[in-house]
């Protein structure tokens, strides 16, 4: 099993930055993807980017040039770096682990673009 729980969501204004963290515990050597996922309310949930192992990156296109996806190592962590913040951004953000037999979410961590 593994444990995901996400922090770094809040309020920012148009142009700002936030950095989101995820933290991992339990069979973490088992996760083979991290991912970022957001859902804007009354919207689906949207696949933001994405680290493979290898290293291989994938973003969506909305948000290429803008936000980066960086993980630790020991694959204890992974990261979302959001800079040029727009309205649009606001959803709640979700981290999920793509192991072996199973996938993992976490709880969700708002972000709300706003002046």
């Known amino acids: 099993q593994v444990q995901l729980v996400e922090s770094g969501g809040g309020w920012v204004q148009p142009g700002g930055s936030l950095r989101l963290s995820c933290a991992a515990s339990g069979s973490t050597r088992s996760i083979m993807t991290w991912a970022w996922y957001r859902q804007p309310q009354g919207k689906q949930r949207e696949l933001v980017a994405a680290?493979?192992?290898?290293?291989?990156?994938n973003y969506a296109d909305s948000v290429k040039d803008r936000f980066t996806i960086s993980r630790e190592n020991d694959n204890n962590a992974v990261y979302l770096q959001m800079t040029s913040l727009q309205p649009e951004d606001t959803a709640v953000y979700y981290c999920?682990?793509?192991?072996?037999?199973?996938?993992?979410w976490g709880q969700g961590t708002q972000v709300t673009v706003s002046s």
């Open positions: 999920k682990g793509v192991g072996r037999r199973k996938d993992y």
């Open positions: 680290i493979h192992s290898g290293a291989v990156i």
